[in-house]
């Protein structure tokens, strides 16, 4: 079953953290990153700034996020 590119995003803006939203949806950390990256790579911008401790929203993400 693919990964809803949707339902990530909006996980990974409610938790702010990959790792546990892999671990909630049962996915592996990469196959989550490797999905942002697919969103944003199909929207052309970037929506979160990474970091050791979790991510953040940019302001193109925070826009974004009542669309979805």
């Given at each position: 079953?693919p ?14 953290n ?5 671990e909630?949806?049962?996915y592996?950390q990469?196959?989550?990153s490797?999905?942002?990256k697919a969103?944003?790579?199909?929207l ?5 700034v ?8 940019t302001?193109v ?5 009542p669309l979805?």
């Open positions: 079953m990964i809803n590119k949707h339902k990530v995003f909006l996980k990974v803006a409610a938790i702010k990959i790792s546990r939203v892999a909630e949806m049962n592996t990469s196959a989550i490797h999905t942002i969103l944003e790579t199909e052309g911008v970037k929506l979160f990474r970091s050791k401790t979790g991510v953040t929203l302001a993400a925070e826009e974004l996020l979805f």
